[in-house]
């Protein structure tokens, strides 16, 4: 592609929030939900780079190539041989930072479909590239599988190479995040688990993960024993004791909860709309802190691209 055609380009990207692990799928299942953070990149004639973003961790953005989102774009360029050329991003996100929701894969997955778009007729970039991508950026692929793909994902590495397998969510599975106003960090968390587990907590994980797929894709009713979890969770209860009293609350009332991602929201899968909100009138009741209800719904389509006609 010349250099004027680039220029003269803009595309509109669409990243879903995620949910890893859901309980006994640590670093395996990851979930798409209906939040979404939408980005419009134009490529500019000259080089530089013009960054404006508004909603969730805007004042917190970096204005510069430090920003996750360039660098991703960045590394999908150089990926593909072609040069990076001057950028103009506007960004609204609405998934909430540091809450265990992906908002970083979400920023890597955007980058490399903005990079997609604007190559667009004159490179390639199928999934399995993206996928391969993404998981070189964010370190594993459990978010930026759902994240690219939606619905629910099974990833898995084979030789280095990531993969990943999506299935559809039982149209009973309703999911309601918890969100608090405090953050966690993902490497803090993972800091927590220990580098071995005994044998009979892995064949526990095991068993769950396996029930777990049967729960979400046909058998709703058995979600709260297919979420349950003994590798992750309870190690890194310590660093967040408010989201372990919630999750704890929860399950006794009841509701599939689990820690979303590494933390420190709590995603319900709730077995029905009306389900969720008894969740949420239960949280409200046995909570320490505020939590911010979202009604979700598993989103099907992953992230998208498209081009922007100019005028519009």
Do not use: C
């Not at 799928?25 to 979930?31: E, N, P, R, V, Y």
């Not at 071995?196 to 709703?220: C, G, K, M």
């Not at 009741?285 to 939590?291: I, S």
Request: net charge negative.
């Amino acid at each position: 592609m010349n250099a004027a055609r680039v220029a003269e380009r803009s595309v509109v990207v669409r990243v879903p929030a995620t949910s890893a692990n859901l309980g006994p799928g640590f670093d395996t299942l990851g979930l798409a939900l209906s939040l979404y953070d939408d980005l419009v990149v134009t490529s500019l004639p000259e080089p530089g780079l013009d960054i404006q973003a508004e909603g969730e961790g805007a004042d917190e953005i970096p204005r510069d190539e430090s920003n996750l989102l360039v660098r991703a774009m960045a590394y999908a360029f150089e990926a593909v041989d072609r040069p990076v050329p001057g950028l103009r991003l506007r960004a609204r996100n609405t998934i909430p930072h540091g809450r265990g929701l992906g908002s970083s894969g979400a920023a890597v997955v955007a980058g490399i479909l903005a990079v997609k778009g604007l190559l667009e007729g004159d490179v390639e970039i199928g999934p399995d590239t993206m996928l391969r991508l993404a998981t070189e950026l964010e370190g594993h692929p459990d978010n930026v599988a759902p994240a690219l793909f939606g619905g629910l994902t099974i990833a898995w590495m084979d030789e280095a190479m990531p993969q990943h397998k999506k299935l559809l969510v039982h149209r009973g599975v309703s999911p309601v995040v918890f969100v608090p106003s405090f953050t966690m960090s993902t490497s803090v968390a993972r800091s927590l688990q220990p580098l071995q587990v005994p044998r009979e907590d892995a064949v526990f994980n095991l068993s769950r993960s396996a029930l777990l797929i049967a729960a979400l894709t046909q058998s709703p009713e058995l979600l709260l024993a297919a979420t349950e979890d003994k590798l992750h969770q309870n190690y890194r209860a310590q660093a967040m004791p408010e989201t372990d009293r919630l999750v704890r609350a929860l399950r006794e009332h009841g509701f599939a909860a689990v820690v979303s991602g590494a933390g420190p929201s709590v995603l319900v899968l709730a077995d029905g709309p009306g389900r969720r909100l008894e969740a949420a009138a239960v949280a409200e009741r046995v909570a320490d802190t505020p939590w911010e209800a979202h009604m979700l719904a598993v989103d099907v389509k992953g992230g998208t691209v498209k081009s922007l006609r100019p005028g519009s």
